[in-house]
């Protein structure tokens, strides 16, 4: 996987400098490995990379800390990484591709569920509180701050008292799986735009779409 990622980022017989660091992009989807989790509302970050991959026609390969791909769009250079720390786990993947691969935060996109928004809305932010998202809450400590880009999507909250966890680690009904194949286009148009029109332009366009 080491192989590939420096294959894809090598430029004229060597690796992208330091001047290019804001031409690579790290978007992060969240989730949980193994097939029990698949097709759960928490890996809703996994389902959306790899939704994108098919548009894009890339692949992902297991390497360190999770399975990565990596894509172009008109120069800049996006790798994708579901990380396989489990969810609650997931900042330690998030630093070491931004350290190893020399991503710049305001270049870093997380995206997640979020039981606070109906199904299917879409919101983007470039700071904000973990919202109790114990993925969140790990990448915020192990970025030693609140201000970076997430992206997160609504899975709604049709749960009773302290059935959250049921509900998340649930499967999506017959509806939501539609409803789920537009969604996919949305957001990676929307993740398009932030690599090459930038977070506000990108917010203004697609929050709450």
Known sequence: ?????????????????????????????????????????HNIGFKILDSLAREEDFIFETAKLGDVGA????????????????????????????????????????????????FGTIRLKTKGSDGGHNGLKDVQQYLLTANYNRLRFGV????GKGKQIDYVLGEWNQEEKDALVERYGRINAL??????????????????T
Do not use: H
């Open 1 to 41: 996987m080491f192989q590939f990622l420096e294959s894809f980022f090598k430029l004229n017989g060597t690796l992208l400098d330091e001047k290019d660091a804001m031409k690579k992009f790290l978007v992060v989807g969240l989730g949980n490995i193994g097939e029990e989790y698949a097709e759960t509302r």
């Open 71 to 118: 894509f172009k769009v008109k120069g800049r250079s996006i790798i994708c990484l579901k990380p396989s720390t489990y969810m609650n786990r997931s900042g330690k993947a998030v630093k070491y591709w931004m350290d190893k691969e020399n991503i710049p935060l305001e270049n870093v996109l997380i995206i997640t569920d979020d039981i606070n928004l109906s």
């Open 156 to 159: 709604g909250s049709d749960f």
């Open 191 to 208: 993740i398009r735009s932030f690599v090459l029109s930038g977070v506000n332009r990108t917010m203004n366009e697609y929050n709450g």
